[in-house]
Nanobody
Framework: QVQLVESGGGLVQAGGSLRLSCAAS????????TGWFRQAPGKEREFVAA????????YYADSVKGRFTISRDNAKNTVYLQMNSLKPEDAAVYYC???????????????????WGQGTQVTVSS
């Protein structure tokens, strides 16, 4: 069973950058596909980016493609989300999620993931 802890959120001006981190413990992290999701007030949790467990294949929501980059360092049990050219509509609580897999898969549906972090707030001022 894996535990996830996000960090790196904060307040940034539009056009700025933030790097979120998600530190995992309690499992063999290289066996888990991971993803980032976000939830703004009054909205449903939405997919942002995903990465496979070991080969590093990635997938992005159209709204962040070209601006956000997901990556992972299995030696450090950490997944990252580099967010550039931030927009006010990117403001939300960002969650890291993981699911145990066999093979190189990524997932975009929140219900597929069974481990979640507590979230980190990202605020973007215009």
């Amino acid at each position: 069973q894996v535990q996830l802890v996000e960090s790196g959120g904060g307040l940034v001006q539009a056009g700025g950058s933030l790097r979120l981190s998600c530190a995992a413990s309690g499992g063999t992290f290289s066996s888990y596909a991971t993803g980032w999701f976000r939830q703004a007030p009054g909205k449903e949790r939405e997919f942002v980016a995903a990465i496979t467990s070991n080969r590093g294949f990635t997938y992005y929501a159209d709204s962040v493609k070209g601006r956000f980059t997901i990556s992972r360092d299995n030696a450090k049990n950490t997944v990252y989300l580099q967010m550039n050219s931030l927009k006010p509509e990117d403001a939300a609580v960002y969650y890291c999620a993981a699911v145990l897999v066999r093979g190189s898969y990524y997932y975009t549906r929140p219900g597929t993931y069974n481990y979640w972090g507590q979230g980190t707030q990202v605020t973007v001022s215009s």
